[in-house]
């Protein structure tokens, strides 16, 4: 069974930084794109960052972009999202994702991921 399960959310201000992870079991996980996606009350799921199986290739959405730093340590089957400069617009649920088959490509889309976790909340404060 696959799971995985995020932590490092919380409460910060403005201009803090924090570290998400999400640790996974259950998949091979080193050949797995791995993926960040957010949501915010009201809003539809959005894709934050995506990582290749060896961290060769990486994306972000533009508004994470310069600010988020996504990596990935398959030893210990972590991905982890490191979030600085924060926003009160990052304040979402924030869910590690994982797609089904080995790939080497990265993936924006919801669709494109059948394995994820159950969030962490990260609020930010002006």
């Known amino acids: 069974q696959v799971q995985l399960v995020e932590s490092g959310g919380g409460l910060v201000q403005a201009g803090d930084s924090l570290r998400l992870s999400c640790e996974a079991s259950g998949i091979t996980f080193s050949f797995n794109t791995m993926g960040w996606f957010r949501q915010a009350p009201g809003k539809e799921r959005e894709f934050v960052a995506t990582?290749?199986?060896?961290?060769?290739?990486?994306d972000y959405a533009d508004s994470v972009k310069g600010r988020f730093t996504i990596s990935r340590d398959n030893a210990k089957k972590t991905v982890y999202l490191q979030m600085n400069s924060l926003k009160p617009e990052d304040t979402a649920l924030y869910f590690c994702?994982?797609?089904?088959?080995?790939?080497?490509?990265?993936?924006?889309?919801?669709?494109?991921?059948?394995?994820w976790g159950q969030g962490t909340q990260v609020t930010v404060s002006s």
């Open positions: 990582i290749t199986w060896n961290g060769g290739s990486t």
């Open positions: 994702a994982a797609v089904a088959l080995s790939s080497s490509k990265t993936y924006s889309t919801v669709a494109s991921y059948k394995y």
